[in-house]
Protein backbone atom coordinates (compact mmCIF):
# COMPACT_ATOMS: atom_id res chain seq x y z
CA UNK A 1 0.00 0.00 0.00
CA UNK A 2 3.02 2.29 -0.18
CA UNK A 3 4.33 4.75 2.48
CA UNK A 4 1.49 4.98 4.97
CA UNK A 5 1.06 7.84 7.18
CA UNK A 6 -1.78 6.39 9.27
CA UNK A 7 -3.47 2.94 9.92
CA UNK A 8 -6.76 2.11 11.26
CA UNK A 9 -6.95 0.54 14.53
CA UNK A 10 -9.78 -1.40 15.62
CA UNK A 11 -10.34 -2.79 19.38
CA UNK A 12 -11.41 -6.78 18.76
CA UNK A 13 -11.97 -9.27 21.87
CA UNK A 14 -8.89 -10.14 22.94
CA UNK A 15 -6.36 -7.99 20.02
CA UNK A 16 -5.83 -4.84 18.07
CA UNK A 17 -6.58 -5.40 14.13
CA UNK A 18 -4.26 -3.00 12.54
CA UNK A 19 -4.87 -2.58 8.71
CA UNK A 20 -4.50 0.24 6.22
CA UNK A 21 -6.65 3.69 5.99
CA UNK A 22 -7.42 2.39 2.29
CA UNK A 23 -9.04 -1.12 3.63
CA UNK A 24 -10.79 0.75 6.31
CA UNK A 25 -11.93 3.29 3.65
CA UNK A 26 -13.73 0.13 1.45
CA UNK A 27 -15.27 -1.42 4.41
CA UNK A 28 -17.07 2.15 5.06
CA UNK A 29 -18.38 2.31 1.44
CA UNK A 30 -19.73 -1.61 1.88
CA UNK A 31 -21.68 -0.36 4.93
CA UNK A 32 -22.37 2.78 3.13
CA UNK A 33 -24.58 0.82 0.62
CA UNK A 34 -26.67 -0.50 3.87
CA UNK A 35 -30.51 0.52 4.36
CA UNK A 36 -30.23 2.65 7.45
CA UNK A 37 -33.39 0.91 8.79
CA UNK A 38 -31.99 -2.49 9.04
CA UNK A 39 -31.33 -2.71 12.69
CA UNK A 40 -29.13 -5.83 12.46
CA UNK A 41 -27.25 -3.96 10.08
CA UNK A 42 -26.86 -1.10 12.18
CA UNK A 43 -25.85 -3.39 14.83
CA UNK A 44 -23.14 -5.00 12.62
CA UNK A 45 -22.13 -1.30 11.42
CA UNK A 46 -21.81 0.06 14.88
CA UNK A 47 -19.52 -3.04 15.96
CA UNK A 48 -17.38 -2.34 13.75
CA UNK A 49 -16.78 1.68 13.93
CA UNK A 50 -17.59 2.41 17.50
CA UNK A 51 -14.28 0.71 18.57
CA UNK A 52 -12.35 2.21 15.58
CA UNK A 53 -9.96 5.24 15.28
CA UNK A 54 -6.97 6.22 12.45
CA UNK A 55 -3.76 6.17 13.93
CA UNK A 56 -0.67 8.10 12.91
CA UNK A 57 2.77 6.34 12.08
CA UNK A 58 5.51 8.17 13.57
CA UNK A 59 9.01 6.82 13.73
CA UNK A 60 8.06 3.81 12.92
CA UNK A 61 5.69 3.48 15.69
CA UNK A 62 1.74 3.46 16.06
CA UNK A 63 0.62 5.98 17.95
CA UNK A 64 -2.42 3.80 19.10
CA UNK A 65 -4.87 5.23 21.85
CA UNK A 66 -3.92 4.31 25.60
CA UNK A 67 -8.07 2.95 25.96
CA UNK A 68 -7.48 1.05 23.00
CA UNK A 69 -4.46 -0.76 24.62
CA UNK A 70 -5.63 -0.95 27.97
CA UNK A 71 -9.32 -2.62 26.45
CA UNK A 72 -6.74 -5.71 24.99
CA UNK A 73 -4.61 -6.03 28.05
CA UNK A 74 -1.60 -4.07 26.76
CA UNK A 75 -0.06 -1.20 29.02
CA UNK A 76 3.49 0.27 28.75
CA UNK A 77 6.55 -2.21 28.68
CA UNK A 78 4.24 -4.96 28.10
CA UNK A 79 5.39 -8.03 25.61
CA UNK A 80 3.44 -8.00 22.69
CA UNK A 81 2.83 -10.54 19.77
CA UNK A 82 1.88 -8.92 15.91
CA UNK A 83 0.33 -11.96 13.82
CA UNK A 84 -0.04 -11.19 9.98
CA UNK A 85 -3.07 -11.72 8.12
CA UNK A 86 -2.99 -11.30 4.57
CA UNK A 87 -3.98 -7.20 4.44
CA UNK A 88 -3.86 -6.76 8.02
CA UNK A 89 -2.03 -7.74 11.41
CA UNK A 90 -2.92 -8.49 14.17
CA UNK A 91 -1.58 -6.99 18.26
CA UNK A 92 -2.01 -9.34 20.91
CA UNK A 93 -1.02 -9.26 24.50
CA UNK A 94 1.73 -12.40 24.68
CA UNK A 95 0.67 -13.63 27.71
CA UNK A 96 -3.71 -13.58 26.68
CA UNK A 97 -1.87 -14.83 23.04
CA UNK A 98 -0.17 -17.93 24.37
CA UNK A 99 -3.42 -19.11 26.89
CA UNK A 100 -5.35 -19.22 23.41
CA UNK A 101 -2.43 -20.24 20.93
CA UNK A 102 0.14 -21.99 23.44
CA UNK A 103 3.28 -20.79 24.12
CA UNK A 104 5.73 -19.11 21.78
CA UNK A 105 9.25 -20.70 21.38
CA UNK A 106 11.69 -17.84 21.55
Known amino acids: YG ?3 EVTVSVQENYLLVYPVVVSSKIAEKYDAYDENDKE ?6 AVFMEEEDC ?3 SGKILCPMRFRKK ?5 GDEA ?4 TNRSFEVW ?3 L ?3 V ?3 IES
Not at 41 to 46: D, G, I, L, T
Not at 81 to 84: A, K, S, T
Open 3 to 5: EET
Open 72 to 76: VGLNN
Open 101 to 103: YGV
Open 93 to 95: PRG
Open 56 to 58: EIK
Open 81 to 84: VIVG
Open 97 to 99: FEE
Open 41 to 46: KRASQR
